[in-house]
């Protein structure tokens, strides 16, 4: 049987993992087709401000007449987008620091996990408002706030991983072999430490999701974009009169980042070795 | 014609939170081209640590050679750059380990993995590594060589996977083959026809070897001379039939006598009393005096040197010879 196949068959003993597999399919397909095929531009004053659900907007206008099904569309892309982009970031400066550190030890490990621990004493969301802050807010630079904060999470795990892997036979019979340290370290190591740090990469997606959702929610998104949070943050004001203008993105973000986690938890169960069934 | 590896007093220290710890203290041998040395001993008496300070393969930070010189091919494997070291490592000595399982990437396909070696040298092109590798599969007598090359380390049998240890280990077209108790991890059906896999590739492509055993079986089947080790020192060595018809130092005795094997001097088995000195308790003549029946008080204040024995090899004992 192919891996692939078997990984499959893992991961589908998990029902609510296949759930949150489907659900995050959807989000994925609103984001990728919803703003083209729905049309209408998220910015637009479509029609008169705060009307309920109705047959032309679907889920109604916000308080300047936008409507919210098209915002919610175009927020589906920013959240992925900036989700999926810095979790990457954080994953690749995460697993860089935390294999050489693991891998190398001594006092390069000593500094680079001082390091990692003087970033994870900060709290990470007041960390990424005062980056954002400082810069101007952009997707660029909301994404490489979240990465900062993110990271060092996944680079404690990947050395764990590689101080584990490292004095494994089958990395002195690869020296024996004649192979080099960073050859070792990519093709031989990294495959096997791979699998956690693909879980916390993927659980890395639903906190980014968050992260930026709050961000924009204080006014620290991109002015140019509509999104989860802003759409919240605009209709706060109204929470009282029209409280499912906020209800709706915010049920979405629960929704999506629930997904998100269920899928973590779910490739957590398929690629862990120590869960796995004999 | 100088031998194709000559050490001379190679001296390695584990280094300890607090002390050094010798792990092999002077130990001096050759090995001629094609030839198969046996290095014996209990473990911890230092054998496997000869074969990764060969390899220099001692992590940093955990131990050092400490004195000694290791002349391979001409070259002094000591005061090599680490560049020219890896070309050595897998090129020109090769290894194998005691327990494949551990020692083969679980991820990778075996075929992959011997390409890998393959291309580490340049001994294949990545167009024809995985042929190449196929063809060594066929070489160590694997079957279905092309499906093996495509299945992980856990779909092979023990005898398979070291099967592949010794194909990975032969990519590199080795002078010298290192084998760590290569029989140790296996089922003891399978352990007689890979040594003999093993004495057969190494007879046809020419190799020497440097096997490393406690299987006093394996040296008498396999290999032409023996080097008895006892607590990081070399306590005899010698022809193995010389040596083992006429083991001179007593030690070598109670290993004989403590086996169950054909060749063995007696029906009977004895083990020896008492067990290895720890580090730090090392007693300042012979180390094995403590257990020794025939120790003498000078056994125990001054260190034997390794003298000719009877059978022609060398020996470190002040009473070899004498009638125990």
Redesign the interface.
């Known amino acids: 049987m192919s891996g692939l196949s078997l990984f499959w068959q893992r991961y589908r003993r998990n029902r609510p993992a296949v759930g949150g597999l489907v659900v995050l399919g959807l989000v994925v397909l609103a984001a990728a087709f919803g703003p083209l095929a729905y049309g209408i531009d998220p910015f637009d004053m479509a029609g008169r401000p705060s009307t309920l659900p109705s047959a032309r907007f679907p889920l109604g206008t916000d308080v300047s007449g936008r409507d919210i099904l098209a915002g919610l569309l175009a927020g589906a892309r920013v959240s992925l987008l900036i989700g999926i982009a810095a979790s990457l970031t954080a994953t690749l400066i995460g697993s860089a620091v935390g294999a050489t550190a693991g891998y190398v030890g001594g006092w390069l490990d000593a500094i680079l996990m001082r390091v990692t621990d003087f970033f994870l004493t900060i709290p990470s969301f007041v960390f990424a408002v005062l980056i954002v802050a400082i810069f101007r807010p952009s997707v660029a630079v909301i994404t490489l706030a979240i990465a900062a904060v993110s990271w060092p999470s996944v680079a404690r795990l990947a050395r764990a991983e590689f101080v584990s892997q490292r004095h494994r036979e089958y990395v002195s019979a690869c020296r024996a072999m004649g192979m080099g340290h960073l050859e070792i370290m990519l093709r031989q190591i990294l495959p096997n430490a791979l699998p956690p740090v693909v879980v916390i990469g993927s659980l890395t997606v639903a906190s980014a999701i968050l992260a930026e959702a709050g961000l924009s929610f204080l006014g620290l998104g991109d002015p140019n974009i509509v999104s989860w949070g802003y759409m919240i943050g605009v209709a706060r004001t109204v929470l009282r009169t029209a409280w499912w203008m906020s209800a709706i993105p915010g049920v979405t973000i629960l929704v999506t980042v629930l997904a998100i986690n269920l899928v973590g938890e779910g490739l957590n169960e398929a690629l862990n070795p120590r869960m796995r069934p004999r | 014609m100088s031998p194709l590896l000559a050490v001379k007093g190679l001296t390695v220290d584990y280094h300890g939170m607090h002390n050094a710890e010798r792990a092999v203290d002077g130990v001096s041998f050759s090995i001629a081209r094609g030839e198969t040395l046996a290095l014996v001993g209990e473990s911890g008496s230092g054998k496997s640590t000869i074969a990764h300070a060969l390899?220099r393969?001692i992590p940093r930070?955990a131990g050092s050679v400490s004195s000694g010189s290791i002349a391979f091919e001409g070259q002094d494997l000591l005061a090599l750059p680490e560049a020219a070291m890896?070309?050595?490592?897998?090129?020109r000595i090769?290894?194998v380990?005691q327990?494949p399982m551990?020692?083969?990437?679980?991820?990778?396909r075996v075929g992959r993995q011997i390409a890998?070696?393959l291309l580490?040298?340049g001994k294949a092109t990545p167009r024809t590594a995985i042929d190449r590798a196929i063809e060594l599969l066929t070489l160590v007598g694997v079957p279905a060589p092309e499906k093996r090359a495509r299945q992980y380390p856990h779909n092979l049998s023990g005898g398979m996977r070291q099967r592949v240890?010794i194909a990975?280990a032969l990519?590199?077209d080795p002078a010298l083959l290192i084998a760590d108790e290569p029989t140790t991890a296996l089922d003891v059906t399978v352990q007689a026809q890979v040594l003999a896999e093993i004495a057969a590739i190494k007879s046809r492509l020419g190799m020497a070897m440097l096997l490393i055993t406690h299987d006093l079986a394996v040296v008498s089947e396999t290999a032409d001379r023996v080097i008895v080790m006892y607590a990081g020192r070399m306590v005899e060595e010698g022809n193995v039939e010389g040596v083992f018809s006429r083991p001179a130092h007593p030690y070598t005795r109670g290993l004989l006598e403590a086996t169950d094997w054909e060749g063995a001097a007696s029906d009977r088995m004895r083990e020896i009393p008492g067990s290895v000195p720890n580090q730090g308790e090392m007693p300042p003549g012979c180390a094995f005096a403590p257990r020794c029946a025939i120790a003498t008080e000078r056994c125990r204040i001054e260190r034997p040197s390794v003298e000719r024995a009877l059978h022609g090899g060398g020996v470190s004992c002040f009473a070899a010879g004498s009638p125990s």
């Open positions: 390899m393969l930070g890896r070309a050595v490592r897998g090129g090769a290894m380990f327990d551990m020692a083969l990437n679980p991820v990778h890998e070696s580490a040298h240890m990975i990519a590199g």
